[in-house]
């Protein structure tokens, strides 16, 4: 049953419309090989489209494999000439400007060589991504979560890059390319299907460590059949590239009628929810996480100040930790423990100095490190209980301090009852459901970890 809440939501094709057979059809014609053991289906799938297994599937059985002509991508659309010959003025933070561009005219396009492909999708704003959500349903639903000021960027990301990059090469090309048609709006739709849908090929590792550390990321790309499957933490099928495709490789035993699942990652449900437009069932997400702000240890180290003096040097240390902590605002938690554990013991060392030995610290500047600690084990559930009993104590109020940050009305038990109420659960709408699961999740560890570093 865990499953059945762990689906990205597929675009509905309508009473009228199915666009399936065409799509596979055109899967035939471009050399897609779907091996004889699993169809693509509406039935038995978790929601719309999916993959079942039509028999029993052994560990390293390929379910399918895409050419890369069949990729679509900067370099195989059909303005890829275009593209590449402008490719410097297409430049951007996030380096999608040019598949977006490529996926604008693809979609517009009549006789566009992907449109049976594309035709799966006739509103992506059906992929219920938070963008799409008003900014009150947002901040009322997600608050606390990190997922509203995570979209607000994303937003505003979008509409300077519109703006300053896509604008302006749309305008030199108006035999491809109409602003008419090729709006913000549309544009913003299709940042959402490439955060949903696309695949990034990791960096192929090298010997020269230094030069391929600073090297950026592949461009996303899509790949037809590959995202038609659904996402689950515990899937049973990995993609696989090679020079000259990609395969979906069985990679646990699927029986006859099960669901074909593959992974995004290790994903929390914020993440999930901000970029797919899903949720997993909390409890059955162990990648599920939550963070404290850094900012809360601030106000717990200030607020524990005994004299005027300890408020000023509670400063001190904050400007100082400022430094050392560099881009870092949150710490982020776990379901087995801080996987920030390095930034957050600095924290904790520095926050609970005496005067004397922060007066050395700032001298020294820094400490030596222990190599003898274990700083995972130490923050870990397992090793929280065996902290300082002052390093304890701020963990357990600024926990306590982001819990209330979460809405008034609701508290851990209230939300975990709503949740399992299978009644009034399933009569929330699936934005509320979404919510409450990254809601429960995040409060739910939150609370844990008071209760482990309360005494």
């Not at 471009?30 to 999916?50: D, H, P, R, W």
């Not at 048609?181 to 020269?208: G, K």
Request: with cysteine.
């Amino acid at each position: 049953m865990m499953a059945t809440q762990a689906k990205r939501p597929k675009i509905g094709d309508g009473p009228a419309m199915n666009p399936l057979p065409d799509f596979l059809g055109w899967c035939n014609t471009v050399g897609l090989v779907l091996c004889n053991k699993v169809c693509v289906s509406k039935e038995g799938t978790v929601a719309q489209y999916g993959m079942l297994a039509t028999d029993d599937i052994e560990v390293g059985e390929v379910l399918f494999t895409v050419p890369r002509s069949a990729l679509l991508h900067q370099d195989t659309t059909a303005v890829s000439v275009v593209l590449e010959n402008e490719r410097s003025s297409l430049e951007s933070p996030s380096g999608w400007v040019p598949l977006l561009l490529a996926l604008l005219y693809e979609y517009t396009s009549p006789q566009s060589h992907w449109r049976p492909y594309l035709s799966l999708w006739t509103d992506f704003k059906t992929l219920d991504h938070p963008m799409f959500w008003s900014k009150e349903e947002r901040d009322t639903l997600l608050r606390a979560t990190g997922i509203p000021e995570a979209v607000d960027t994303d937003l505003a990301n979008i509409q300077r890059e519109y703006t300053d990059v896509v604008l302006p090469f749309i305008a030199k090309h108006p035999d491809l390319w109409n602003p008419d048609t090729h709006t913000l709006d549309l544009y913003t739709q299709l940042v959402a299907f490439v955060m949903a849908y696309s695949f990034q090929e990791p960096q192929e590792e090298e010997d020269s460590d230094d030069d391929d550390n600073n090297k950026a990321p592949n461009p996303p790309m899509m790949v037809p059949m590959a995202d038609m499957l659904n996402h689950v933490s515990n899937h049973n099928a990995n993609l696989e590239f090679t020079p000259d495709s990609l395969k979906m490789v069985c990679v646990r035993r699927i029986r006859r009628g099960e669901e074909v699942f593959n992974t995004y990652g290790q994903m929390a449900n914020w993440q999930l929810l901000h970029m797919y437009g899903f949720t997993e069932p909390h409890r059955g997400n162990s990648n599920d996480t939550a963070d404290i702000p850094v900012g809360n240890f601030y106000k717990v180290a200030a607020q524990g100040a005994q004299s005027e003096l300890d408020r000023q040097l509670v400063e001190e240390k904050q400007v100082v930790l400022r430094q050392v902590m560099q881009e870092k605002e949150v710490f982020v938690f776990g379901k087995e423990g801080c996987l920030t554990d390095s930034e957050l013991q600095s924290a904790l060392k520095v926050l609970c100095m005496s005067k004397e030995d922060f007066s050395e610290f700032k001298d020294n500047e820094g400490w030596e490190e222990d190599e003898d600690e274990d700083v995972s084990l130490a923050f870990s559930n397992e090793g929280l209980s065996g902290l300082k009993v002052s390093w304890k104590w701020l963990i357990h109020r600024a926990a306590g301090l982001t819990l209330k940050s979460y809405e008034e009305e609701q508290d851990v038990k209230s939300d975990q009852e709503l949740m399992e109420d299978r009644v009034a659960f399933e009569a929330l709408s699936s934005r509320k459901r979404n919510a409450l699961q990254v809601r429960c999740g995040q409060k739910s560890i939150l609370h844990r970890l008071m209760e482990l570093t309360g005494s």
